[in-house]
């Protein structure tokens, strides 16, 4: 036996790129890189003049460090843009934050209340710069944040809603709104928080189950024109709101509906309860029984009136309650049957008393307490506190003092609304607001699409039906997004555009004091613009109402509105200002263009109930259409069992902290493997499975980095001269570009992601290098079949390391600064331009041959593998194995790394030792080899080459 090394001799890959990652300590000098490259505007430079993408980024609140949501959407946004831009065309992203409202107000108020002190004491020139500082000092912390996950924008030049030129842009769309009379101002009950003193979107409020005090109340009958018999009983009504009953004016009862006379047992009183709910009423009040007295239809209750419960206190209580027919929305689902009327407080309520000419008697203010002058609560606690609407509290109290109150218990579960900051419940409370109509139709409603103009000239259009339109032209992603967004705007009651607080953009309106109409004047709008413009919000001030109303207008004649706008407005707003303003020359769309500015909106489901419809409504009312041609929305990220992340169970996961153990692009692989489409999960085992998948697609990259040590242009092989298996691996690269591509228009990237690991994992890794390391490492350096590998892996390099650059944005430039150091960034590059491939013809066969070959490797492997378990066989390669006759012709034994393949005449596949010797340098066993340790012919000839030379 020959005692030769010949280690020496074979062509082992090479390549200083580490197996170990090192992510958290390595990204942030990549990052440093690419700042002090200024990338973005390299990108830009060098995309200019294409086919333009543009994303419009949704603007997250400035009030807090990133969390998991925040990384999971700029990710996706990210993928998005920059798979735009592989393909070539021209897609900027400029970040942007919504920086007024609520959410920063509540955090700058939350410091005063800390010190004991009052906001409202504060001069709002003052808050509201506080206000601002506060934003800004968020934005710079989130701008650092999102960086570090790889995202790569404008972030110099982000857009902030509370630049001045963002705030008179707001007001400009604004103005557009007033000129073209799509403004109301009306008293409407509206989602009011008691805590926020101020009017909510339905956008900002969320529902929680809580427990409420349900009474059931007798309004004793004083007048029944068409029912004399029923003077002198008591309708009964049920509320889970005893605090509403002060301000109740009628009762409600459905005209279909059969409702009893009874008395019950025990008690003088007579009730009327519907037919159904007679059960559940005996129940509450403890009766054991009753005597039904006579059968009441609805229309009986026509022209009836009752005494509120608190009628001797005079004056508002005094006036008797009618009976109204509510059947639009009385039902016997619960209750009695019959719904007592609160306008102030209900929106049926609200409707249906205004129908009757019966008006709010505005007796609850905006911190939830009833006015200091109200005759039976005033100055009392807030009516959302629970002790004021207990069975002890003071409602329950004086009606059952009264004789009103027939049953009270602190036990009905149900769902409630809940300000979804301050966390706090909310009330419908009525109050003087500013409204856009959903259904007033308006010659000043124009679409964009000349297919309406017909239909406009004989009905005009109103703002849902212009709003619909646009939605059925748009794309959703996923699809059923379209339904949910539709059947939102089709049930929307008017917009609530006021709000009643500090720091937003102002509701910039002057009001005749004589006739209740706003101003409308260009000229002085034009004013305000202009002085928003060079100040801000803080322009708008008494002191320069007459500059703005000028010569014409006295100001003393009109009152200056001092509400601020919803700030969905301002987010809904954001198109006007970021893509049609010119500050991003990049995001204009150029001359003559028509249609949506945005090729894409993406956010979260929630925000078809937000942002998406704000601005889908703003558009329609000043353009005719959607801001956007497509809109993209993902679920939330639970944890790992599938529950919702909060901070009180503790299982949150921090992406800060993620990324300083594991690194941003283990985040960001997460993110785009989970189908966003749906709810979806995140945990420390989750991470571990993705951190498995990251190593072994940087492992493919290592090992073509090392495969390829010295490759040069003159060892390039022309595709017609590779054999069978090189023809087959490029026809499997070309498959999966195709896979990619369409990856990328549907915006799939679970299915990219998972297209592109399985081809590293399968076609790769397991099949095509695990066959051609023979050839690398022990074939001539001039082989023709090891020049076709090598050729193969640089068209495999150049592939996967654009396809993987969106995904991987730090390990795809290691990568590639590893083998062209002074090439640039990787992210500069465009799709690849593979060897043309089509399936038609030889290639579909050659392909349909080698599927079955891998269909056959798979079975020898297998039965291999038990005589490797048993000891029988150290590896493959000191199999023999016998195949049907019927297999497909190739080199068999290459293929599955045996020592010699046979064909028999069965149909399965059988496996022995082989008798033959090792080679000393490749270590197949082959006939030629007389002893082991000695040389096969080819590692002779190549030995012997290596020596002459």
């Excluded at 956010?603 to 558009?619: A, C, I, K, V």
Aim: contains cysteine; glycine residues 8%; aromatic residues 10%.
């Amino acid at each position: 036996m020959s005692e030769r090394d010949y280690r020496s001799t074979v062509f082992l890959p090479k390549t200083d790129f580490p197996m170990k990652a090192g992510l958290p300590q390595k990204e942030p000098g990549i990052l440093a890189r690419w700042q002090q490259q200024d990338l973005y505007k390299q990108l830009r430079d060098a995309r200019r003049g294409r086919e333009q993408f543009i994303l419009h980024d949704g603007p997250p609140y400035a009030n807090g460090d990133m969390h998991i949501g925040h990384a999971l959407n700029h990710i996706l946004k990210d993928m998005v843009v920059r798979t735009q831009s592989l393909l070539g065309k021209d897609a900027p992203y400029v970040p942007g934050w919504d920086c007024h409202g609520l959410p920063i107000e509540w955090k700058v108020e939350e410091q005063y209340r800390k010190k004991k002190l009052d906001k409202d004491q504060v001069d709002p020139v003052e808050f509201r710069a506080e206000c601002r500082a506060y934003a800004q000092q968020w934005v710079d912390k989130q701008r650092e944040q999102l960086k570090r996950l790889g995202i790569n924008g404008d972030w110099d030049n982000p857009y902030l809603t509370m630049d001045f030129q963002a705030e008179a842009t707001i007001v400009t769309e604004l103005l557009k709104f007033a000129e073209t009379g799509q403004l109301y101002r009306g008293a409407k009950p509206v989602m009011w928080s008691p805590v926020e003193k101020t009017a909510l979107a339905e956008a900002e409020v969320e529902y929680e189950d809580i427990t409420s005090t349900q009474i059931d109340v007798g309004f004793e009958i004083v007048d029944a024109p068409e029912c004399p018999e029923l003077v002198g009983a008591k309708a009964v009504i049920w509320t889970t709101t005893p605090w509403t009953i002060p301000t109740n004016q009628a009762i409600a009862y459905g005209a279909p509906i059969d409702y009893l006379l009874i008395s019950v047992t025990g008690r003088e009183e007579r009730y009327i309860v519907s037919e159904p709910l007679v059960e559940g009423f005996l129940k509450r009040i403890g009766a054991e029984g009753f005597k039904m007295e006579m059968y009441v239809k609805g229309p009986l209750l026509e022209g009836a009136t009752a005494r509120h419960p608190m009628h001797a206190l005079g004056g508002f209580f005094a006036k008797p309650r009618p009976f109204l027919n509510g059947s639009d929305f009385v039902t016997t689902e619960s209750g009695t049957g019959l719904v007592h009327m609160a306008p102030d407080h209900g929106e049926d309520d609200f409707l249906l008393c205004k129908k009757h000419g019966i008006d709010p008697v505005f007796a609850v203010e905006g911190d939830g307490k009833y006015k200091p002058e109200w005759l039976w609560l005033g100055g009392q606690g807030s009516v959302i506190n629970p002790k004021f609407n207990a069975p002890d509290g003071p409602i329950c109290s004086d009606l059952r003092e009264s004789g009103g109150l027939l049953s009270a218990s602190a036990d009905y579960k149900h769902s409630y609304p809940h300000s979804w900051r301050s966390k706090a419940k909310v009330i419908y409370r009525c109050t003087p607001q500013w409204f856009v109509p959903m259904d007033r139709e308006s010659e000043a409603l124009v679409r964009s699409d000349d297919r309406y103009a017909l239909l406009d000239e004989v009905m005009p259009p109103t703002l849902r039906t212009v709003a619909k339109d646009a939605i059925a032209d748009t794309r959703f992603i996923p699809e059923k997004g379209r339904n949910r967004i539709g059947a939102m705007v089709e049930g929307r009651p008017d917009w609530v555009l006021s709000r009643q607080r500090a720091w937003g953009v102002p509701i910039t309106l002057f009001v005749d004091r004589k006739s209740g109409q706003y101003l409308a004047d260009p000229a002085v709008n034009a004013r305000i613009i202009a002085g928003v413009l060079a100040g801000g919000v803080d322009a708008w001030s008494d002191e320069r109402a007459q500059e703005y109303l000028g010569a014409d207008y006295q100001a003393d004649d009109y009152e200056r509105v001092t509400d601020i706008l919803d700030v969905w407005f301002d987010s809904g707003s954001t198109h006007a200002f970021v893509l049609e303003s010119g500050r991003w020359p990049d995001l204009v769309r150029p001359e003559g263009y028509k249609g949506p500015p945005a090729d894409l909106y993406l956010e979260g489901s929630d925000q078809h109930r937000g942002w998406f419809q704000s601005s889908l409504l703003e558009s329609c009312a000043t353009r005719g259409h959607a801001p956007y041609k497509a809109v993209l929305t993902h679920g939330f990220t639970m944890d790992a069992k599938g529950m919702k992340m909060s901070k009180s169970l503790g299982n949150t996961i921090d992406p800060l902290k993620v990324m300083e153990t594991n690194g941003a692009d283990i985040i960001r692989l997460w993110a785009l493997s989970v189908d966003y489409t749906e709810d979806h999960r995140i945990g420390d085992e989750i991470l571990k499975g993705v951190a498995d998948q990251y190593r072994k697609l940087r492992n493919t990259f290592r090992y073509l980095l090392g495969a390829l040590d010295g490759f040069d242009e003159s060892e390039r092989l022309p595709v017609d001269e590779m054999p069978e298996l090189e023809r087959y691996a490029l026809h499997r690269l070309w498959q999966l570009d195709g896979d990619l591509k369409l990856a990328v228009a549907e915006f799939d990237f679970n299915t990219y992601v998972r297209k592109l690991s399985d081809f590293c994992n399968e076609d790769l890794s397991a099949f095509f290098f695990d066959i051609r390391k023979d050839s690398l490492y022990c074939d001539a350096a001039t082989d023709p079949k090891r020049r076709a590998y090598r050729t193969v892996l640089d068209l495999l390099f150049h592939a996967l390391v654009r396809y993987a650059a969106p995904v991987l944005v730090f390990t795809a430039e290691e990568v590639w600064q590893s083998r062209y150091p002074d090439q640039g960034s990787v992210h500069l590059l465009e799709w690849p331009e593979l060897p043309a491939f089509t399936e038609d013809g030889e290639n579909a066969g050659l392909a349909g041959k080698w599927e079955e070959l891998r269909a056959l490797r798979a079975q020898v492997l297998e039965a291999i593998e038990p005589l490797r378990r048993e000891k029988v066989l150290g590896s493959g390669l000191e199999a023999n194995v016998t195949v049907p006759e019927s297999a497909p012709e190739a080199d068999l034994a290459e293929l599955f790394i045996t020592a010699k393949v046979t064909r028999g005449q069965g149909e399965g596949v059988t496996v022995s030792r082989s008798d033959d010797h090792k080679c000393g340098r490749c270590w197949r066993l082959l006939p030629e080899v007389k002893e082991d340790g000695d040389l096969c012919d080819r590692c002779d000839d190549v030995v012997g080459a290596d020596a002459a030379a």
